[in-house]
């Protein structure tokens, strides 16, 4: 079946820096990913459309500066939180579409900020 | 029986009786729907779907109805297992070209052994 790997799994960084978060297609090709971020206890909210080879579409609230999107082949998209903070400390997931409507997700990443 | 926490919903169910689990989706326009289980620290996990010209639908153990002249979804499960103790989320897809799909609050399943 259709397989959406994300990496890492988990991360820990210092106020301030950035981390970049990578969502692959394994057996298929995605010309759109999307990207949520769920607090604990709490639903996924959507962030940003990816779109492969043009500029991703944000979601109302989002900062697009502070949460860099790049899309550059059908199999890749990642996402960079820059200058991050500890309210950015979240669980970041990632989903395609290897067929019509259905989505696939990957196993999500958890950002703590120290 | 079935309580509201912090933030998410709790259905506490004994193992072996059937679950149902409600969702009041959003937008009028929404055709398609998605029913997803996740469980801790891993990403959604596919259940069931059902479009909107659809009312019922049914899989192994699972069924979901969809009313949409109350905007309402449910998902059934039936002779709940300890391993269906987990969160679950519905979800829409709006009828338009951006393919989002958006997510509902979520309930929480616990199931009593």
């Known amino acids: 079946g259709a397989v959406v790997s994300q990496h890492p799994s988990w991360v820990i960084c210092k106020s301030g820096t950035s981390v970049k978060i990578e969502c692959r297609s394994l057996?298929?090709?995605?010309?759109?990913m999307f990207w949520y971020r769920q607090f604990p206890k709490q639903s996924l909210m959507l962030m940003a459309t990816s779109n492969e080879g043009s500029k991703a579409t944000y979601e109302q609230g989002v900062e697009k500066d502070k949460f860099l999107i790049n899309h550059a082949s059908l199999t890749l998209s990642t996402l960079t939180v820059t200058s991050a903070h500890p309210e950015d400390s979240s669980f970041y997931i990632c989903?395609?579409?290897?067929?019509?409507?259905?989505?696939?997700f990957g196993s999500g990443t958890r950002l703590t900020v120290v | 029986g079935e309580s509201v926490g912090l933030h998410l919903p709790t259905l506490s169910v004994q193992e072996g009786d059937n679950s149902i689990i409600n969702c009041a989706y959003s937008n009028s326009a929404s055709d398609y729907f998605i029913w997803y289980k996740q469980e801790s620290g891993k990403g959604p996990q596919f259940i069931i779907d059902i479009r909107s010209n659809m009312d019922k639908r049914q899989g192994q153990r699972v069924t979901v109805l969809l009313n949409k002249t109350v905007k309402h979804l449910s998902l059934q499960i039936a002779a709940t297992q300890p391993g269906d103790s987990a969160v679950y989320f519905c979800a829409e897809n709006l009828r338009d070209s951006s393919y989002k799909l958006i997510f509902g609050s979520g309930t929480r399943l616990l199931v009593r052994p």
């Open positions: 057996d298929f090709q995605a010309t759109t």
């Open positions: 989903s395609a579409m290897p067929q019509g409507p259905r989505y696939t």
